[in-house]
């Protein structure tokens, strides 16, 4: 559980009912994998703050939105082709101008030069960052995915 502290010592939980803050990250969670399904960075882009911090998996640390965006045309250039994104909100909270969020994600991938579509799960934190006309950017992500089942 997060408890927020403010500068006086007072401990609050948020704001947003949970259901209200789950759809609303949900939405624009939803909005951002449309961007990048498309390939459309610069939408993309608008879902993140200036100072994201990206930590890809098995990657190097991404620091800032500019960097970000050219590892992402960077992948998109290398022929891999996202076909599709499902994210599922595990839980959501607020604290001030933060929100975390915790989920799981499946996606499916075709890989240049590959016969078939890979498939891999896995999960994620985001940590948005509330903008002054109330909507949400991503400050901090981290996703990785889970080990492939092992065939029998």
């Known amino acids: 559980m997060v408890v927020c502290v403010s500068p006086t010592a007072k401990t609050m ?8 803050l789950i759809a609303l990250v949900d939405k624009t969670g939803n909005e951002s994998e449309k961007a990048f399904l498309r390939g459309d960075i610069e939408a993309l882009a608008q879902f993140w703050t ?8 098995q990657q190097e640390m991404i620091r800032g939105k500019e960097d970000l965006k050219k590892t992402m045309e960077a992948v998109i250039k290398s022929g891999i082709k996202f076909e599709s994104i499902e994210s599922t909100t595990i839980e959501a909270k607020s604290c001030g101008e933060l929100v975390y969020e915790v989920g799981t994600f499946s996606q499916t991938v075709i890989i240049p030069n590959t016969s078939e579509p890979v498939t891999s799960k896995g999960k994620y934190l985001n ?3 509330r903008q002054p006309d109330g909507s949400l950017k991503i400050a901090v992500e981290i996703f990785n995915t889970d080990p492939r089942p092992e065939k029998n």
């Open 13 to 20: 939980a948020g704001s947003d009912s949970n259901d209200a």
């Open 50 to 57: 200036d100072d994201i911090i990206s930590m890809p998996d």
């Open 127 to 129: 940590i948005w960052q």
